[in-house]
C-alpha cells in the first residue's frame, strides 16, 4: 500500500466529515425548527433516538473492532479481503435480526405504532449502514474520499430541506432527507469495494475468531448508546414530543463540538493500531500526549463560551420558542471536554492495546448511572433532567478509565500547561462577555463574541508559544501556502 496520508491531512478530511453531519443540520435547523416546531423535530428526533437501538444491534460493535482488525492487514489486499468478508457477513447477518427486532417492537409498541411510516423511514438506516462498511474505508485511511462523497449527499438534502418542506405535517419527509443526507453515501460505499477487497468469495473463513472480541465491542456500543440516546428515548416515552423537541436543540452544539474533539480519535485508531501491532511503542506514546493536549486545549474554552452564550446560541438556532432549551444546553455542553478525554483514552488507547474490557466496563457504568438519573430527574425537571444524568455518566465514563490508565494519564498530565488554558479562557471570558450589553442581534452577538473570545484565547496561548496551539497555526499556514501555490500554477 502506497504511504499513508499525513494525521493532520486525515485529521482535517475527519473534522470535516464530521462536522458536516452537524453543521449541514444546523444550517437547516433554524428554518426546521420554526415550520415543523418542537412538536415536530420532537417526533423526529424521538424515532432517531429509537431506531438507534436496533442499528446497534445490526451493527455489533462491528465499526470501531473493523477498524482496528483490518488496519492490522492493510498492506496484504488477500489477509484483508478474507478478514473483511468475515466481518462483513457477520454484519448482514446481524442486519436481518435487527429488522425482525424492529418489525417485531413496531407491532407491539403503541408509541411506535402511532408513527408507524416515520418509524419505518428512519428504519432504511439499518440498511445502509450495513451495507457501506465505513470501517474499512477508515482503516486503509480513505478520508478524503469518504468526506467528499458524503458532503455531497448532505449538500443534496439541504437542498431539498429548504425545496420539500413547508408545513408541520412535513416532519415525515425531514425524516427521509435526514436519513438520505447522513446514510444514503453508503452505497457508493458498497460499489467501491472493489477497490480494497475481492469481492468474490474466498471461503474457508474463519467467523469464531471475531465473535469474542466483537462481543465485547458489542457490550460496549450497547453501553454507550443507551447513555447517549436513552435521553430522548426516555423524554419520548415519559413526557411529550415538545421535550424531546427542547432536548434535541440543547444538544445540537454539544454534537458539533464534540464531533471536532473526537475527530482526532477516529483518525489515530487505525495509526495507532498499525504502531501497536509493528512494536512503535514511542510513535504511540507521542500520539497519545499530543492527543490529550490538542483535546484539552480545544474543548475547555469551547465548552465555557457555549456555557455562556447558551441564550444567543439557542435562540439563533431555533428561535424563540425554544426558551426551554437553554439550561439543558448550559448543563449539556460539559460534556464536551469529558468526551474529549475519554475518547483518547478508550478509542486511542485501551483499544488498540486489546484492553477494551474496560472501556465497555466504564460505558456499562455510565449507562447505570444515566439509566438511574434519568428515571428520577425527568420526571420533575423534564429537558434538563436529561442533561445532568448524560453529565453525570460521562463523568462516571471517565472516572472509570482514568482508575484504569492513571499511571500514563498523570504521566501526560504533567506536561499538559493547565494554568495557561485557564488563565487564557478567564481572559477570553472577560474580553468577551461584555458583548451581552449591547442589545444586538443574536447572530451579532454571537459574531463578535466569538472573534473576542477566541481570538484573545488563541493569542495568550501563542504568545506563551505553546506546542500545539503553534503545531495547529502551521498546520493552517501550511495549507493555505499550498492551496495558494496550486492557485499560482
Not at 30 to 53: D, H, M, Q
Not at 325 to 335: A, C, D, G, H, R
Not at 397 to 422: E, N, P, S, T
Request: aromatic content about 12%; proline content about 3%; overall charge positive.
Amino acid at each position: 500500500m502506497d504511504k499513508q496520508k499525513s494525521i493532520s491531512h486525515n485529521f482535517i478530511m475527519n473534522v470535516i466529515l464530521s462536522m458536516s453531519s452537524f453543521i449541514f443540520p444546523i444550517i437547516t435547523f433554524p428554518y426546521i425548527s420554526r415550520v415543523l416546531l418542537p412538536e415536530g423535530t420532537g417526533k423526529v428526533s424521538f424515532a432517531n433516538s429509537v431506531v438507534t437501538y436496533f442499528v446497534i444491534i445490526a451493527q455489533l460493535g462491528i465499526p470501531t473492532y473493523g477498524i482496528r482488525t483490518c488496519a492490522k492487514v492493510r498492506d496484504d489486499r488477500k489477509a484483508l479481503t478474507k478478514v473483511f468478508q468475515e466481518i462483513f457477513i457477520i454484519g448482514m447477518v446481524m442486519c436481518a435480526v435487527a429488522y425482525l427486532l424492529f418489525f417485531s417492537a413496531l407491532t407491539f409498541v403503541p408509541k411506535m405504532r402511532g408513527e408507524k411510516t416515520l418509524f419505518i423511514v428512519i428504519s432504511s438506516t439499518i440498511l445502509f449502514n450495513a451495507i457501506g462498511s465505513e470501517w474499512l474505508y477508515k482503516a486503509v485511511e480513505q478520508y478524503t474520499y469518504i468526506t467528499m462523497r458524503s458532503l455531497l449527499f448532505k449538500l443534496i438534502g439541504v437542498i431539498s430541506m429548504f425545496a420539500m418542506i413547508h408545513s408541520k405535517e412535513d416532519y415525515i419527509i425531514y425524516g427521509a432527507i435526514s436519513i438520505f443526507a447522513s446514510s444514503a453515501s453508503n452505497v457508493f460505499n458498497f460499489i467501491h469495494l472493489h477497490k480494497y477487497v475481492d469481492i468474490q468469495p474466498v471461503g474457508q473463513y474463519n467467523f469464531k475468531q471475531h465473535f469474542k472480541p466483537i462481543a465485547v465491542f458489542f457490550a460496549m456500543s450497547c453501553a454507550t448508546t443507551i447513555y447517549i440516546h436513552l435521553d430522548a428515548a426516555m423524554l419520548g416515552f415519559m413526557k411529550t414530543d415538545n421535550d424531546v423537541g427542547y432536548y434535541n436543540v440543547a444538544t445540537k452544539v454539544k454534537l458539533i463540538l464534540v464531533s471536532v474533539v473526537t475527530s482526532l480519535g477516529a483518525v489515530l485508531l487505525p495509526r495507532v493500531s498499525y504502531y501497536i501491532q509493528h512494536n512503535l511503542t514511542d510513535e504511540f506514546e507521542k500520539i497519545s500526549r499530543k492527543a490529550f493536549n490538542f483535546v484539552l486545549i480545544v474543548s475547555m474554552p469551547v465548552a465555557i463560551y457555549f456555557m455562556l452564550f447558551a441564550k444567543e446560541s439557542v435562540f439563533f438556532l431555533a428561535g424563540g420558542q425554544y426558551g426551554n432549551s437553554i439550561t439543558p444546553m448550559q448543563v449539556i455542553i460539559f460534556t464536551v471536554p469529558i468526551i474529549g478525554m475519554t475518547n483518547i483514552m478508550g478509542i486511542q488507547i485501551l483499544v488498540p492495546t486489546g484492553r477494551e474490557k474496560y472501556v465497555m466496563y466504564s460505558e456499562l457504568a455510565g449507562a447505570a448511572v444515566d439509566l438511574i438519573l434519568n428515571l428520577i430527574l425527568i420526571p420533575p425537571l423534564a429537558s434538563t433532567g436529561a442533561a445532568i444524568g448524560t453529565l453525570a455518566a460521562e463523568a462516571a465514563v471517565w472516572i472509570v478509565q482514568f482508575y484504569f490508565l492513571r499511571d500514563m494519564v498523570k504521566d501526560i498530565a504533567k506536561r499538559i500547561r493547565f494554568g495557561l488554558i485557564a488563565i487564557a479562557s478567564c481572559a477570553a471570558v472577560v474580553c468577551s462577555l461584555w458583548v451581552k450589553l449591547l442589545g444586538l442581534s443574536n447572530f451579532l452577538t454571537l459574531l463578535i463574541s466569538a472573534v473576542l473570545f477566541f481570538g484573545v484565547y488563541a493569542v495568550i496561548l501563542l504568545a506563551a508559544k505553546e506546542p500545539i496551539a503553534v503545531f495547529i497555526v502551521h498546520q493552517i499556514s501550511d495549507k493555505i501556502s499550498a492551496l495558494l501555490h496550486k492557485a499560482d500554477c
